[in-house]
C-alpha cells in the first residue's frame, strides 16, 4: 500500500532551549529565516507526503497558525507589490495539508505516534523528528519508503555515530540485507539509549521512520521503558522480532549525507550557521564575514 501519510510529533516542551521555549513551542525557532518545522514539512511533502499530521500539546497554537493563511499580512504585502515576501508567507498555507491532534500527557514519542492512529488507519506512514534536519540535497525518506514497500515491514533511518554518543539514541543490532546496497540492512534488535557499553553497535536511529500500521497494536501493549515514557524504540525492537504476516520486520537506511542537529544549542548553532553558509542569498557575505572572524579568534 503506497505511502501518503506523515506524523510529526511535536509536543515536547524544549527545555534545553528555555527562555526561548517559554511561549514558543520550539519547533518554531528559526533555522536562517524559517521555522525548524517548514523544513521538516518540506522534506516530507519533496517525498510524496502531503498529508500531515502534527502531534501537538499546550501552547504550540503558533504551530498551526504558521501553516494556516494570514489574510491582513497578505493583503499589506499585496497592497506594497512585494511579490517576494507574499509568496513566502503563501508558501507554508499551501505547502500540504497539515492536520493537528493533541497528546494530552507527555508520555513519550511512542505514546505520541499512538495518537495518529485514527488519522493513519490501517496504511503504511512516516514519522518525521523535528530535531533532525535532512538536507534537501541528501534526501533518505524516498529510499526509506522504496524498502518498506519491498519489505512491507518498517523501516528506520541509522547514523554511524562515535561510540561515545550512542547513549543520545536508539541503537540498533543488524545484519545484511539480501540486495546490492550494503547501507540497506536487517535490523535484529533496537536498544532505547544504551550505555556505551551495552551498545550493539554505533549505529544510531535518527529521526527518520517508515512504519507499518502493526505499530499501533504494539505499542498499544507497549510497557513505559527507559525515563518512565512509551518508548518507540521498545514497539520496534518487538516489531523486529515478529513474523511479516503479522506486519513484522524492521530495516534500516544507513544515511550518509548532511543532517542538522537543532536539538541542543550548540548544534542549533551549527545548524544555522551552516545552512546560511549554503544559501546563494547570505552564503557569500557571510562565508567572507566568518573567515575574517575566525582570524580573530586564534
Ligand atoms: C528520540 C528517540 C531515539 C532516537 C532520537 C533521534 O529520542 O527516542 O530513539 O534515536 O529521537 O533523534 P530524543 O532525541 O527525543 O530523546
Redesign the pocket.
Known amino acids: 500500500m503506497s505511502i501518503r501519510k506523515a506524523v510529526i510529533p511535536a509536543a515536547?516542551l524544549g527545555t534545553r532551549f528555555l527562555p526561548a521555549t517559554k511561549s514558543t513551542p520550539k519547533e518554531m525557532l528559526p533555522v536562517v529565516d524559517k521555522p525548524a518545522i517548514q523544513y521538516v514539512v518540506e522534506e516530507a511533502v519533496a517525498a510524496g507526503l502531503e498529508d500531515v499530521l502534527m502531534i501537538t500539546g499546550r501552547s504550540k497554537r503558533t504551530l498551526a497558525d504558521h501553516f494556516d493563511s494570514v489574510p491582513e499580512l497578505e493583503t499589506a504585502l499585496e497592497a506594497k507589490g512585494d511579490e517576494k515576501r507574499l509568496a513566502e508567507v503563501r508558501r507554508s498555507t499551501e505547502l500540504a495539508n497539515v492536520h493537528f491532534v493533541r497528546q494530552g500527557q507527555p508520555k513519550?514519542?511512542g505514546h505520541a505516534v499512538l495518537c495518529a492512529r485514527h488519522h493513519v488507519g490501517d496504511e503504511p506512514f512516516a514519522v518525521l523528528?523535528g530535531?533532525?534536519l535532512i538536507d534537501e540535497r541528501d534526501p533518505v525518506l524516498p529510499t526509506m519508503i522504496a524498502l518498506q514497500q519491498r519489505t512491507g515491514g518498517s523501516v528506520v533511518a541509522l547514523l554511524e555515530v562515535d561510540p561515545e554518543q550512542v547513549h543520545?539514541?536508539?541503537?540498533a543490532a543488524v545484519e545484511p540485507l539480501e540486495g546490492d546496497d550494503a547501507d540497506q540492512v536487517r535490523i535484529t534488535g533496537?536498544v532505547?539509549?544504551p550505555d556505551a557499553a551495552d551498545a550493539p553497535s554505533n549505529l544510531?536511529?535518527?529521526?527518520r521512520y517508515v512504519l507499518s500500521p502493526a505499530v499501533f497494536d504494539v505499542l498499544d501493549r507497549t510497557e513505559p521503558g527507559r525515563g518512565g515514557e512509551i518508548?518507540?524504540?521498545d514497539a520496534l525492537a518487538t516489531l523486529a522480532g515478529m513474523p511479516a504476516e503479522q506486519g513484522g520486520g524492521v530495516y534500516g537506511v544507513v544515511f550518509r549525507g548532511r543532517r542538522y542537529?537543532t536539538?541542543d544549542r550548540l548544534d542549533y548553532l551549527k545548524a544555522v550557521v551552516r545552512i546560511a553558509a549554503d544559501r546563494p542569498d547570505l552564503g557569500p557575505d557571510l562565508r567572507a564575514w566568518l573567515t575574517e572572524y575566525v582570524q580573530t579568534l586564534t
Do not use: N
Open positions: 515536547g513519550g514519542l523528528l530535531d533532525d543520545l539514541y536508539g541503537c533496537l532505547e539509549k544510531a536511529v535518527i529521526g518508548q518507540l524504540t542537529d536539538g
